[in-house]
């Protein structure tokens, strides 16, 4: 388990947060800040869409589900289209097991309930970003 986020030096990775509560936001944010990672925002889905045209560095998406306009689900789709490698986790204060698996159909790799531990998301983020980097 991570116990310190400035432990964890993600310098030149890129983050999306996709989350349209500020609170939740800066909550994530502050958690990634240590971390030297680059984060990008949107608050609805469609945004997030175009973040992940625009920004092909973008290499994990942390992403809400119930979102203003187009639903997180409905993006996820969207952007697994074209982006098929890029890992999608699912946020989302709706836990169900039935949950998970809709957010596992829709093309996401993973799924955190909130309110989300500060080391369980770092652990999950890691997982992926170090996927990536070794090309697993």
Known sequence: MISMRGELNWQ???ILIVEDDQ??????DVLL???RAT??????GQQAINLCTTHPEIEVVLMDVRLPGMNGLDATR???TFRKDLPVIA?????SE?????ALSAGCCDF???????????ELIKKYLEKETNGN
């Open 112 to 122: 955190i309930a909130k309110p989300i531990r500060a080391n369980e998301m770092l």
């Open 78 to 80: 969207h952007i697994t």
């Open 12 to 14: 030149g990775r890129n």
């Open 33 to 35: 800040k240590p971390t």
């Open 39 to 44: 984060i990008y925002h949107a608050v609805e």
């Open 91 to 95: 946020q989302t204060a709706y836990a």
């Open 98 to 102: 039935a949950d998970q698996q809709a």
């Open 23 to 28: 609170v939740c936001f800066s909550y994530l």
